[in-house]
């Protein structure tokens, strides 16, 4: 048994199993011998509901979580160098693709019956924005093992000043030199917030598909029901009224038959009675 596992395992479970699987793992590790590794078990925190669903976003969509963690990455990068104009643009994107995330998480986590809140899913969307600009909580959502929501104020590491569009003294901005640094870290940076809305675009457009090719499933069937019913129910009406003549024809005999009688039975008296008259 290996700690790296037994983590993957609880924080890739549902928390209502965590505690359970938890004291189990560190009492088969104290039953091995393994003190340490049962320690090191004991110690593991149990996720919240938001730290549970970025976990269950980081696996379930790996590549989406990848590519706004590269977003994170050139944001960092560009907010050295380029201008507050241009980092609006960017954060505009990001908060856009963070959203959107948070959106497919909640999707996710109510798939598995443990739904969020608005306000879990608004904690969810804080974490990825921590994520973006801490990398410790970056490779905490990548490895998907985060026991905890966590939360950034700013965006880029303490100490780093925004650059301001530069003013002439006519109130027209001034023109500054052509940096090839600003332009590949703003191409950078734009890709991979591209690319993170494609992949969360893409994987929406495929469960919405699915979900109507299930529903164009279903409709067949009840179509195929329908016509089933109706069918039984053509035969149910030509039985009916083949019954029903039957019965017409079977109560027209029964009203003969009973005339018969009374005759029979009129017959039966006037003999019986004549034979009394002989006597």
């Known amino acids: 048994m290996r700690l790296d596992?037994?983590?993957?395992?609880?924080?890739?479970?549902?928390?209502?199993?965590?505690?359970?699987?938890r004291t189990e793992r560190a009492r088969q590790a104290r039953?091995?011998?393994?003190?340490?590794?049962?320690?090191?078990?004991?110690r593991l925190r149990r996720p919240t509901?938001?730290?549970?669903?970025?976990?269950?976003?980081?696996?379930?969509?790996?590549?989406?979580?990848?590519?706004?963690l590269d977003l994170g990455a050139?944001?960092?990068?560009?907010?050295?160098?380029?201008?507050?104009?241009?980092?609006?643009?960017?954060?505009?994107?990001?908060?856009?693709?963070?959203?959107?995330m948070a959106a497919q998480a909640g999707r996710l986590a109510a798939e598995r019956g443990a739904p969020l809140?608005?306000?879990?899913?608004?904690?969810?969307?804080?974490?990825?924005?921590?994520?973006?600009?801490?990398?410790?909580?970056?490779?905490?959502?990548r490895a998907a093992v985060l026991a905890t929501g966590a939360t950034y104020d700013g965006f880029g590491p303490s100490g780093?000043?925004?650059?301001?569009?530069?003013?002439?003294?006519?109130?027209?901005?001034?023109p500054e030199p052509p940096r090839e640094p600003d332009r590949s870290a703003a191409a950078q940076a734009e890709l991979a917030a591209?690319?993170?809305a494609l992949a969360t675009a893409r994987t929406e457009s495929a469960e919405?598909?699915?979900?109507?090719?299930?529903?164009?499933?279903?409709?067949?069937?009840?179509?195929?029901?329908?016509?089933?019913?109706r069918e039984q129910l053509d035969r149910a009406e030509q039985e009916r009224q083949f019954v029903r003549s039957a019965e017409r024809s079977a109560s027209e005999t029964r009203r003969t038959a009973e005339r018969a009688v009374e005759q029979a039975e009129r017959r039966a008296r006037s003999a019986r009675d004549a034979l009394d008259d002989l006597r």
């Open 5 to 21: 596992a037994v983590r993957d395992e609880l924080y890739g479970g549902l928390p209502s199993d965590f505690v359970r699987v």
């Open 31 to 42: 039953a091995a011998g393994d003190k340490s590794l049962a320690t090191a078990i004991g």
């Open 49 to 68: 509901q938001v730290a549970w669903a970025v976990n269950l976003l980081a696996r379930e969509r790996p590549d989406d979580v990848a590519a706004l």
């Open 74 to 100: 050139a944001l960092r990068d560009a907010q050295r160098q380029l201008s507050a104009t241009q980092l609006r643009g960017l954060s505009t994107q990001r908060q856009q693709v963070v959203r959107a």
């Open 117 to 141: 809140g608005p306000g879990a899913i608004r904690d969810v969307g804080q974490t990825l924005h921590a994520a973006l600009a801490d990398p410790a909580v970056g490779d905490q959502v």
């Open 160 to 174: 780093l000043v925004v650059v301001a569009d530069p003013v002439g003294d006519a109130g027209e901005p001034t």
């Open 194 to 196: 591209a690319d993170a």
């Open 208 to 229: 919405v598909a699915g979900r109507a090719a299930e529903l164009g499933r279903r409709l067949t069937e009840i179509d195929a029901a329908i016509a089933d019913l």
